[in-house]
């Protein structure tokens, strides 16, 4: 593998470049009208990720300028809550800051989605008070299979860090976990929930094999909603609240 990329992010200055914009959107940040923005690159190789041009290739996309989606929000105020930053990984960008304040400064909220691999930038965020929401990928239990499902070396402490930070933040947060079949199991679900402990949300997500990273998880079967739900059920038994994305 790969050496570990969860160090300082990289040394590129201005705004991170949006490589996709999804205008409207009631799932996204659940409980909010919000638009949703991907910004370039990541850290993580996940190879069930199906993000594969913005985490391989951002390059061969073209730029959203800011002022589309600027001039978007100001047709849409009173409408639109708030802003979600996803990616590829937002914290990799030194420019995150900057855009945030951005949207802040238009008086919406922003929540941020992360891999939580580097607790210093989510640290300095949530400390200046600019985010109302973190979602954070939590990829595999935290052990030594972390890495596989990262397709990167992973250090782990930086991982359970960012998950500490956000368990003492106060904000709005929830934990996701995509589960893949070949890669997790329901002992899986349960580890990483037991990580988590009862206050928290722990979000399980269908894996799509659309144009995954790895080619080879474009064949595997998508495990059933109702196999999902079983897991979700037995994962509340250590967290207070555990769903499969979509479902009340």
Not at 87 to 95: D, F, Q, R, V
Not at 144 to 164: N, T
Not at 204 to 210: E, I, N, V, W
Request: glycine content about 10%; some cysteine.
């Amino acid at each position: 593998m790969p050496p570990t990329p969860t160090g300082s992010p990289p040394p590129v200055g201005g705004l991170p470049p949006i490589k996709g914009f999804l205008p409207t959107t009631l799932i996204e940040w659940e409980g909010r009208i919000a638009t949703a923005i991907f910004l370039a690159g990541c850290n993580f190789r996940c190879p069930f990720c199906h993000a594969r041009e913005i985490v391989l290739e951002p390059n061969a996309l073209e730029d959203i300028a800011l002022e589309e989606v600027l001039t978007h929000l100001e047709d849409q105020k009173g409408w639109i809550e708030g802003v979600e930053i996803s990616g590829g990984e937002p914290t990799i960008h030194p420019g995150l800051r900057d855009l945030i304040d951005i949207f802040r400064s238009r008086g919406l909220g922003v929540k941020l989605d992360s891999n939580g691999s580097n607790p210093g930038v989510l640290r300095d965020l949530l400390e200046a008070g600019v985010l109302d929401a973190v979602a954070m990928d939590v990829k595999a239990p935290l052990d030594e299979s972390y890495s596989a499902a990262a397709g990167v070396d992973v250090d782990l402490d930086f991982v359970r860090a960012s998950i500490d930070l956000l368990k003492s933040s106060g904000i709005e947060r929830e934990f996701r976990m995509t589960v893949v079949p070949g890669m997790h199991e329901a002992r899986d679900v349960l580890a990483v929930a037991r990580h988590l402990g009862q206050g928290e949300k722990l979000i399980l997500q269908q894996f799509a094999p659309l144009d995954c990273l790895d080619p080879e998880y474009n064949e595997r079967v998508p495990l059933k909603r109702v196999e999902l739900r079983d897991m979700a059920a037995a994962a509340r038994e250590y967290v207070s609240e555990c769903r499969v994305r979509g479902e009340g």
